[in-house]
């Protein structure tokens, strides 16, 4: 019999149907999670599981895009994974660059806005100028926004919105929910209506804290490279009959 803290799915989750002209989620974040499992389950290095990982970026872009959501927001690697083995965090860094040389051109030609959410401390000056140019070159196209959050914390882009409003010498009165959100990475876009979660692991990870108070949290144990086009339909009929209601009641509980 399951315990109080079974992860047992959620009736509302279980047998849920996509419906292409149900509400869509505007933005949705994904914690790419589940490479190196994938890859020592097929007997292969962690790295491998990196590659695969990053190649399917494409993919579930392709299909957000095509489902309706405005905004993809990824986590490609995040502030405390400069902890992991050097070698590992080294190949990382050039998976990345050369998922920029490989895909811009494709992004740009399809649409696709890229944004970065992080800092670029740390961060070979090489991949950071790769980063800048892709931002630039890109920053018209309004198919899709994808939002790469590399070198991201969540705490981190806390801090960093303090510090700046710090600086600007704003009293301690005048600081609102409104002012910490106008000096976040990017104020610009909506917050988060659904985060996803590959490996079967139920946590934020210091994921997009402060956006992700009201968001639907989506947990598969489907690694990343695995999850395709039909595992993200499946999570946004899962975000479809969720009853969001943001703190308030419905009226039948009045």
């Known amino acids: 019999m399951p315990g109080i803290f ?3 799915p959620k009736p509302e989750d279980v047998g849920v149907t996509f419906d292409p002209q149900g509400v869509i989620p505007v933005h949705v974040g994904i914690i790419m999670d ?21 190649k399917n970026i494409r993919r579930v872009l392709r299909e957000a895009a095509e489902i309706g959501i405005q905004v993809l927001t990824v986590y490609a690697f995040s502030t405390e994974n400069w902890a992991r083995p050097k ?21 740009d030609a399809n649409r ?8 670029f401390e740390g961060v070979n000056p090489s991949l950071q100028r790769e980063i800048r140019e892709a931002i630039e070159r890109t920053q018209h196209n309004d198919k899709i926004t994808l939002n790469v959050a590399f070198n991201y914390g969540g705490r981190a882009e806390i801090v960093d919105a303090i510090r700046a409003i710090i600086r600007e010498g704003l009293p301690p009165e005048a600081v609102t929910e409104e002012t910490v959100q106008q000096h976040l990475y990017h104020p610009e876009l909506p917050d988060p209506d659904l985060i996803i979660r590959t490996g079967g692991e139920f946590r934020l990870s210091n994921f997009l804290l402060w956006q992700a108070a009201y968001a639907e949290f989506y947990s598969t144990p489907v690694y990343w490279p695995d999850f395709d086009e039909a595992e ?23």
């Open 34 to 54: 589940g490479n190196g499992r994938w890859a020592r389950a097929r007997g292969m290095p962690r790295v491998a599981g990196h590659r695969a990982g990053t």
């Open 112 to 119: 696709v806005r890229i944004l970065h959410s992080g800092r």
């Open 87 to 107: 070698e590992e965090v080294e190949h990382l860094m050039r998976l990345i660059s050369q998922s920029i040389q490989e895909e811009l051109d494709d992004l």
């Open 6 to 8: 079974s992860r047992t």
């Open 232 to 254: 993200l339909r499946k999570a946004i009929a899962v975000f479809q009959h969720r009853d969001r209601r943001f703190g308030k009641i419905k009226d039948t509980e009045r």
